[in-house]
């Protein structure tokens, strides 16, 4: 069974701040990870993904996230809050890539 | 143009009436989806289709019906509306060229219930 794990439903940071989304997966295989951001009234847009070519993945818009098998985390990161950043972000787990399984979501506050 | 269009954007409807919603995609992908977004619960699963063919169940089917007209079309019905089917509505679609690809979502539909 798969399933991810989104710690805290909202965040806030002041714009120029370190941005720290956390996501634990749950996973019966190696995973594949997905980060989406969903900015008000659009669909979900893919940040990026890990599919086990590199732990790090670099994704759109100065995003990154690290994969840690030993943690069962895949925490997005921004080392610069940007007002633009403001959004929902969703962490997403597949196996097969059949289905794919999405966490709650994190809203994300930038503060001027 | 957009590559997964959904119509209509946004509907209010009553208690016990047919709805259907859908989904059209220009990306050429075998797979495409229905989820629904609520709020604090993020999204759940409700049919997905790998082609034209192929339908099945996901995570909250009950209350909810698909059509696969054709591989660029996917429709979602509600045979008899209710009040906790109100939520915002998305399609999506994924390519199948691998394990680890990622979905390409619509712009959703925001059903009102009453």
């Known amino acids: 069974a798969q399933s991810v794990t989104q710690l805290g439903s909202h965040v806030s940071v002041s714009e120029g701040a370190l941005v720290l989304l956390r996501c634990n997966y749950s996973s019966s295989v190696p995973p594949y990870l997905f980060w989406y951001v969903q900015y008000p009234n659009q669909g979900l847009q893919l940040l990026l993904k890990?599919?086990?070519?590199?732990?790090l993945v670099k994704g759109i818009n100065g995003f990154e996230a690290e994969f840690k098998k030993s943690e069962t985390s895949f925490h997005l990161t921004k080392p610069s809050a940007h007002m633009s950043d403001a959004a929902e972000y969703f962490c997403?787990?597949?196996?097969?890539?059949?289905?794919?399984?999405f966490g709650t979501g994190t809203s994300l506050t930038v503060i001027p | 143009d957009a590559d997964v269009t959904q119509t209509p954007r946004n509907r209010i409807t009553k208690t016990g009436k047919r709805i259907m919603l859908e989904c059209s995609q220009t990306k050429g992908h075998d797979r495409m989806y229905w989820y629904r977004q609520d709020p604090g619960l993020g999204l759940r699963l409700i049919y997905y289709s790998f082609d034209v063919k192929d339908i099945n169940k996901g995570e909250i089917s009950d209350g909810y019906s698909v059509s696969r007209q054709a591989q660029a079309k996917f429709s979602l019905s509600l045979e008899s509306a209710i009040p906790n089917q109100t939520a915002l509505y998305f399609c999506a679609t994924s390519g199948t060229s691998g394990r680890f690809n990622e979905q390409f979502f619509g712009p959703g539909t925001r059903l009102t219930v009453l």
């Open positions: 997403a787990v597949s196996d097969t890539g059949n289905q794919f399984y």
């Open positions: 890990y599919t086990s070519a590199a732990t």
